[in-house]
């Protein structure tokens, strides 16, 4: 799940530059806008209402991980190569693996540290620096911040919501955040209908890239833990180098292909090193699970039974234990 999110999510950062000259925040509100009409009829996962504190963590994943992070990357392509721009995101994993643990107020693994320090020296060899002015780099360091953002604030609401009700409370919550300062800035006085490749564009960026991805990146999230996931934000890269060399039909350099390498080591010896793996399939085996709850019967007159609790939650099963 993680892989095939972070494959099209690198891909999308190359096809990205086929809307550049569309109105960015209109166009963003417009692909959120569909992604959660298609969520909510297909899914119809808003049964589940997010407390007042998931709310406000939903609030800021719309601003930083969707709209912010959007709008960063938008605007770092226009002043930036998409190499430069895929090497900054790129050092997510090293962002998640430090910032995850600190906001528990525990210690960062060092074995998921070394091996995100090394994911992200792999992104650098893959696309060795590329070229940006002032802008390209502030909007690039946005969307680095924006893609950090969008795993550790969902990781905290995911185990009661669930990737569905995340994914479309975030994308709802997003739409007005991206149209109310379109206004000043005079996009809604500049629209117009997109062009052919421009609509085939936001249609990817809508279906595939958020309705699928999305669902896939927080389900992962949701198995392997944040800091082993973020890990995988180092195909990002990869995958925006692959599609950027098909697109402008040029082959990746040798140093190029050897960060490439570099990357699926890293990755596979981090998730080794931590067990990932062959802990989430444990799981799904009910080996290293623990045993579920059962609700205590009531007595006679008990007019407040004690209800079940799934493993994994408090009693008022609203924040994940431990």
Aim: with cysteine; net charge positive.
């Amino acid at each position: 799940m993680c892989v095939t999110g972070m494959v099209v999510l690198g891909s999308s950062v190359s096809i990205s530059r086929s809307i550049l000259d569309y109105p960015i925040l209109t166009g963003q509100a417009i692909r959120y806008a569909v992604a959660a009409a298609i969520l909510v009829v297909v899914l119809r996962p808003l049964a589940v209402r997010p407390t007042r504190a998931e709310f406000g963590r939903l609030l800021l994943l719309a601003a930083t991980g969707m709209a912010g992070f959007n709008v960063c990357l938008l605007a770092a392509l226009r002043h930036a190569d998409p190499a430069m721009v895929g090497t900054i995101v790129g050092a997510a994993p090293l962002g998640i693996a430090v910032a995850g643990p600190l906001l528990r107020r525990s210690r960062p693994a060092p074995g998921l540290v070394a091996a995100s320090a090394v994911v992200v020296a792999g992104a650098a060899l893959v696309h060795g620096g590329g070229h940006a002015d002032l802008v390209g780099l502030l909007g690039a360091l946005g969307a680095f911040v924006g893609e950090v953002c969008f795993s550790l604030l969902a990781a905290s609401v995911l185990p009661r919501l669930g990737a569905a009700n995340v994914t479309t409370w975030a994308c709802l919550l997003s739409v007005p955040m991206l149209l109310v300062p379109a206004v000043p800035l005079g996009e809604l006085g500049r629209m117009r209908l997109p062009s052919a490749p421009e609509a085939a564009t936001l249609a990817y960026l809508s279906i595939v890239l958020t309705v699928l991805v999305f669902l896939l990146w927080y389900g992962g999230i949701a198995r392997l833990g944040v800091e082993k996931a973020g890990l995988f934000v180092g195909l990002l890269p990869v995958t925006t180098l692959l599609t950027a060399s098909i697109q402008d039909g040029v082959l990746p350099s040798p140093p190029q292909v050897a960060g490439v390498l570099v990357v699926a080591l890293a990755l596979a010896a981090g998730l080794a090193a931590t067990g990932a793996v062959g802990q989430d399939r444990g799981e799904r085996r009910g080996t290293n699970s623990a045993p579920p709850v059962t609700a205590r019967q009531p007595s006679a007159g008990d007019t407040n039974p004690t209800p079940p609790v799934a493993a994994g939650q408090s009693s008022a099963g609203t924040e994940p234990v431990g």
